[in-house]
Each structure stands twice: as structure tokens, then as C-alpha cells.
């Protein structure tokens, strides 16, 4: 075996001694190259090539453009008071669950509630926020009496989409609350300072780090999310995605909607280095292991502790109202209109809607044990492995997760549309889109979960006698089993509410529930798109809860809880 300057295995040497491995590798940079180098390359060139020469003709009519202009904007403003006030509502529930000695029931009651957005379709909350304050709203209209009102604008967007995406934080930040040493909040107190002072100058410091990455993490959530402005925004904001969807599919102007998605890529990798080379190098210590208090620290009067659980009630009970008024919606004949009972809505789900909830069903289990596999095992190489382009590797899996959905589906589009490659109509286009837009949600996991593992329990392996395959098999994957099945339940949840990079995708043959609930609230069936929301809410939480009780069983002290995992 040939041995490099340190005495160690060369590359070359470890991979023929290695078959396995090098296979994995090999097959690995296969799957990154075509699902993912490949499309952004054919969006790039389809915005800067035209008829063979190179142009920016395509770009400088978007720049040019006043209206595109007013609509990149607006996405950048629409995606900061989302990521202000999300972050906001989020660290008010976290502080809440963590600060405020709430009963166990009460903040299991929260936590639920808070899923409910994360588990259903993104524009979920967009419906339910026309059934309360549109033309005909519960709320606008039967109790205010309000006639003529408008529902479409910034505020509805706003309001929805940090309704959807605020428990993003929540998660994000409860944990960070809960680890901080009640020491150092209690020595600060000791010394005459007062609660609010040590919540401003020790508490709040050491929450930084979360909260800039939770603001993050809205940000370009809201930054990626379309179906929500086409909904609620309307004429009155346009805001960058909805303006490329209506490009492709209205207009039919491929490179116009490539241009518009290439300006949106802009902000999306801004947001993306500034996670991964900002927020993810500032590290607060606030686990000593001396001595560390256990008890949370009561750093709350009774006045602010009213404050906070009266705010987070509110929240809740809102978000609770939204998907009851859901459910009621399905269960009547026209909301607003005839409030008469039927199940007619749920029939028409099951009969000229099975063939969509077949599609989308089929497409989840197939792309959910892919994806949880490609996290796993890119998790393990990149994480336990040295070997030429490591790093790289890394960071191009993380790719399509970085980038808003928009843009990840109009280069599929493009990629995939015509010879010699066509994979649009196909079953498998829509599988590879799931499997490496949120795949690396198992590989961060994975990475996560293999860092807190000695690797002298491998090394003792391989000291034994035990080849490569055999200590991953027999060590390695059984340790990280809590990650596959994570990935598993972020893979399902997303398989079965996606609809950003999706939509661009479907086809006559292979089609999504999200795309048909859209499909219905543009054709005004608000009836069947409010059945078809809660048919997926409640799958979706039969398999997680399936998933939850397999981690449960899994999970080993000092493992992370299930919430945790399900967040990243």
C-alpha cells in the first residue's frame, strides 16, 4: 500500500483497499453533479446564453424592468418584518416555555398547536386568514359587519406567513433558553442587579447567536415561499417568486422567469454565508458542567409573566381558530354563504382527488427513505471520512437547500425539459427534487449527532479487526439511527406540503395535493381546497406521530428530543 508524507494511506491507496467507500464516493459526486451542479448550470446559462453568444440582455431587462425592480423589494422587505416579527414571536413563546414555570400540559398544548403551521400546507394559514377577514370572513363580515373589505396586501402576507414560519424559531431558540446555566442569571441577580437588567445584559447576549439565526431562517423562508403572496398579496405587492411563477407559467417566458429567479439567488446565498460562516462561528458557553444549576432560573415577575403567557395564549388560540375554522369550512356547502352540513367536499376528495393523494402518497415513500439514506450516509462521510473534496462535498449538497424553492424548480425545469435529458412528467423528477432539496436536513442531523460520538468506539472497531463496512454496519449506523429517522419525518412533511420548487414539476401524469389545493382556491372551490388541507394535516401527523414513537424507543440519554431534530 502506497503511504503519503504522514505515514498514512494515500487517497488512491484507501480507495482500492476500500471498495465501498470509494463506490459511495463515486456515486455520491454522480448524484450532486447531475441533480444539482447540473440544473444551476443550465439555469445560468439559459439567463446569460441566447443563440449561442453570450448575453446579459436577459438580466439587464430585469433590472431595468421598475416593476420587477419594486417586486425584488418587496421581497426583501416582506422577508425582514417576517424574520423580525417571527423571530419576536418565537422567542416570546421559548422564553414563555422555558422562564415561566408553565404546567407540563400547558406547554405540550402550545407545542402542538405551534406544529400545526409546520406540518400543513405552507398557504394554509392564508386560507384560513380569507375565511376570517375576506370578503365574506367570519370575522369582517358576520361579526363586524364590515362590507367591501380587502383581505390582499402586505399586512394579510405578513401576518400569514410569520403565523407559518414563527415556530421555526420557537424551536430554534427553546432549546438555547433551556441550556443556559440558571447560574449566571442567579449570580447577576445576587449582586443587586434587576430582572430586567439581567435579561438585558446576560439572558438576551446569550441568545444572540439563535436569534440572529433564527431571523436568518425566516427570512429566506419567507424569501422562498410564493404561495402565499399569489394567495394574499395579489396586484397590491408583488414580490419576486410569484412574479417568475407567473413568468413560466403565465407568459410562458422561460428565461424571463430564469432571470427573475437568478436576481432572487442574490439574497438567498447572502442569507446562506451568513449562516454558515457568521452565526455558525460564534459560539457563548453557557454549559460550564460546574457545578451548572438545573432549575430554570425564575427571571420573570408576575406582571410579565401575565404579559408573556397572555401573548402566547392569543397566538395559540388563533392558530387553533384558523384550522378549526378549516375544518369548518370542509364541512359545509359554501363558506359564507350556505352554511348547510355535508360531506360532500371529503367525497369529492376521495374520488376525482384519490388520484392526487395516490401521486403524492407514492412520491412520499419513495422519496422519504432516499432521502433519509442520502443524509445518513453524506452526514457519515463528510463528518468521519477524510478525503479529497470533503468540504466541497459539503457544501454542494447543501446547495438546493440554501436556494427558495422557486429557483431550484426552474432550473429542474430547465435542466430537465428537453434532450438529451427529459425527466419533466416523470415521477422521478419530483423524487430527486425532495431527495436533494431537503435531504441535507439528514446530513446537518446526521453531522450533528456524530460530533457528540467518541470516535474511539470506531477506532476500537477497526482495532478488532473489523473492516469498513462492518463497523459502520455493526457501530456506526445503529448510533446514528435517532438522525435516519428524523430525516425521515422532515422528508415526509416535506414530500407531503412542498409546493415552491414542486409546481414547476408536475405534470398530467404525476401531480401533488399542495399544487391541487392552489389550484382550488384560484378556481374559488374553497370547500374542497380547505378538505384537501385537512386530509394532509391529518396524515401527516399519523406518520409523524409513527415516526415520533420509533425516536422515542430509539433515543438514548442526552440524545436530542424529537422536536429538535424534526426543527433542523
Known amino acids: 500500500m502506497v503511504a503519503s508524507a504522514t505515514g498514512r494511506p494515500g487517497f488512491g491507496a484507501r480507495l482500492r483497499a476500500e471498495p465501498a467507500f470509494a463506490v459511495s464516493l463515486t456515486l455520491l459526486w454522480l448524484l450532486l453533479a447531475f441533480f444539482i451542479l447540473y440544473p444551476i448550470a443550465a439555469l445560468?446559462?439559459?439567463?446569460?446564453?441566447?443563440?449561442?453568444?453570450?448575453?446579459?440582455?436577459?438580466?439587464?431587462?430585469?433590472?431595468?424592468?421598475?416593476?420587477?425592480?419594486?417586486?425584488?423589494?418587496?421581497?426583501?422587505?416582506?422577508?425582514?418584518?417576517?424574520?423580525?416579527?417571527?423571530?419576536?414571536?418565537?422567542?416570546?413563546?421559548?422564553?414563555?416555555?422555558?422562564?415561566?414555570?408553565?404546567?407540563?400540559?400547558?406547554?405540550?398544548?402550545?407545542?402542538?398547536?405551534?406544529?400545526?403551521p409546520l406540518v400543513s400546507p405552507p398557504f394554509t394559514t392564508a386560507i384560513g386568514y380569507i375565511f376570517s377577514f375576506g370578503a365574506r370572513g367570519l370575522i369582517t363580515y358576520d361579526l363586524l359587519g364590515i362590507r367591501n373589505v380587502s383581505v390582499y396586501g402586505l399586512t394579510s402576507t405578513m401576518t400569514a406567513e410569520t403565523l407559518t414560519y414563527f415556530p421555526i424559531a420557537y424551536l430554534t431558540l427553546r432549546p438555547m433558553l433551556a441550556a443556559i446555566d440558571s447560574n449566571i442569571?442567579?449570580?447577576?441577580?445576587?449582586?443587586?442587579?434587576?430582572?430586567?437588567?439581567?435579561?438585558?445584559?446576560?439572558?438576551?447576549?446569550?441568545?444572540?447567536?439563535?436569534?440572529?439565526?433564527?431571523?436568518?431562517?425566516?427570512?429566506?423562508?419567507?424569501?422562498?415561499?410564493?404561495?402565499?403572496?399569489?394567495?394574499?398579496?395579489?396586484?397590491?405587492f408583488p414580490v419576486l417568486p410569484t412574479q417568475a411563477y407567473l413568468q413560466i407559467t403565465g407568459l410562458y417566458d422561460l428565461s424571463g422567469g430564469a432571470a427573475l429567479s437568478l436576481v432572487l439567488l442574490v439574497p438567498a446565498l447572502v442569507?446562506?454565508?451568513?449562516?454558515?460562516?457568521?452565526?455558525?462561528?460564534?459560539?457563548?458557553v453557557t454549559v460550564t458542567g460546574k457545578g451548572a444549576g438545573q432549575a430554570p432560573f425564575d427571571s420573570v415577575s408576575p406582571a410579565a409573566r401575565a404579559a408573556l403567557v397572555a401573548v402566547c395564549v392569543a397566538v395559540t388560540l388563533f392558530i387553533v381558530y384558523l384550522y378549526a375554522l378549516l375544518v369548518y369550512a370542509s364541512l359545509v356547502r359554501a363558506f359564507g354563504a350556505n352554511d348547510t352540513l355535508t360531506l360532500e367536499h371529503y367525497r369529492a376528495v376521495f374520488t376525482e382527488g384519490l388520484r392526487v393523494l395516490f401521486d403524492t402518497l407514492v412520491i412520499a415513500a419513495l422519496a422519504t427513505p432516499l432521502g433519509g439514506l442520502y443524509g445518513v450516509v453524506m452526514g457519515y462521510l463528510v463528518t468521519r471520512r477524510r478525503f479529497l473534496?470533503?468540504?466541497?462535498?459539503?457544501?454542494?449538497?447543501?446547495?438546493?437547500?440554501?436556494?427558495?424553492?422557486?429557483?431550484?424548480?426552474?432550473?429542474?425545469?430547465?435542466?430537465?425539459?428537453?434532450?438529451?435529458?427529459?425527466?419533466?412528467?416523470?415521477?422521478?423528477?419530483l423524487v430527486a427534487c425532495f431527495v436533494f432539496r431537503y435531504g441535507p436536513t439528514g446530513i446537518r442531523t446526521t453531522m450533528a449527532l456524530l460530533q457528540q460520538i467518541d470516535p474511539s468506539l470506531e477506532e476500537a472497531s477497526h482495532s478488532l479487526g473489523a473492516g469498513t463496512g462492518t463497523t459502520f454496519r455493526r457501530i456506526t449506523l445503529p448510533l446514528v439511527l435517532p438522525a435516519f429517522f428524523a430525516a425521515l419525518g422532515v422528508m415526509f412533511i416535506r414530500s407531503m406540503t412542498a409546493i415552491s420548487a414542486t409546481i414547476f414539476l408536475v405534470s398530467i401524469s404525476w401531480t401533488l395535493v399542495t399544487v391541487r389545493i392552489l389550484e382550488n382556491m384560484t378556481e374559488l372551490r374553497l370547500g374542497m381546497a380547505a378538505a384537501f388541507s385537512v386530509v394532509v394535516v391529518i396524515i401527516v401527523f399519523i406518520v409523524i406521530g409513527a415516526i415520533g414513537q420509533v425516536l422515542r424507543r430509539l433515543r438514548t440519554p442526552g440524545s436530542k428530543p424529537v422536536t429538535g431534530l424534526l426543527a433542523t
Open 271 to 284: 442569507v446562506f454565508i451568513a449562516q454558515r460562516f457568521w452565526v455558525g462561528r460564534r459560539f457563548y
Open 44 to 116: 445560468v446559462a439559459r439567463v446569460f446564453v441566447d443563440q449561442g453568444q453570450f448575453s446579459f440582455a436577459a438580466i439587464a431587462k430585469v433590472l431595468t424592468d421598475r416593476n420587477q425592480l419594486a417586486a425584488f423589494r418587496n421581497s426583501l422587505w416582506l422577508g425582514t418584518l417576517v424574520g423580525v416579527g417571527g423571530t419576536v414571536l418565537g422567542f416570546a413563546f421559548a422564553f414563555a416555555a422555558t422562564r415561566c414555570r408553565l404546567a407540563p400540559a400547558v406547554v405540550r398544548a402550545i407545542d402542538v398547536a405551534v406544529l400545526l
Open 185 to 236: 442569571e442567579g449570580m447577576a441577580l445576587s449582586l443587586g442587579a434587576s430582572r430586567w437588567r439581567v435579561f438585558r445584559t446576560v439572558t438576551l447576549p446569550l441568545c444572540t447567536p439563535g436569534l440572529a439565526n433564527a431571523f436568518l431562517l425566516l427570512f429566506a423562508a419567507s424569501l422562498a415561499d410564493f404561495a402565499t403572496p399569489l394567495i394574499l398579496a395579489g396586484n397590491q
Open 389 to 429: 473534496g470533503r468540504t466541497a462535498m459539503e457544501i454542494v449538497s447543501m446547495i438546493h437547500y440554501a436556494l427558495p424553492g422557486t429557483i431550484v424548480g426552474i432550473a429542474y425545469l430547465i435542466a430537465f425539459n428537453d434532450p438529451p435529458i427529459v425527466l419533466t412528467g416523470t415521477a422521478l423528477i
